[in-house]
């Protein structure tokens, strides 16, 4: 099993967010110091609505990369 790699000088992550699939490699400093004070009701929330946005992802994708292609 791997876990979130670590990183000098970077605020810790929740696990969670590795596991859930946010591209945390790609965050500002910034964007992690909000991401890891989050409330844990907070964080159950995002990964909530994130997870809702992926089971639709690959549908709505599709849809964008047929229409792009079509498009331009």
């Known amino acids: 099993m791997t876990g979130p790699p670590e990183s000098a000088g970077r605020p810790p992550l929740p696990d969670a ?3 859930a699939g946010f591209p945390v490699d790609l ?3 910034e964007q992690r110091e909000v991401l890891n004070a989050l409330t844990p009701q907070e964080l159950a929330l995002l990964l909530d609505v994130k997870s809702r ?3 639709v992802g690959p549908e709505v994708q599709a849809h964008g990369e047929i229409a792009g292609g079509a498009l331009f």
């Open 27 to 29: 965050l500002t400093e």
């Open 53 to 55: 946005l992926d089971a």
């Open 17 to 19: 967010l590795y596991e």
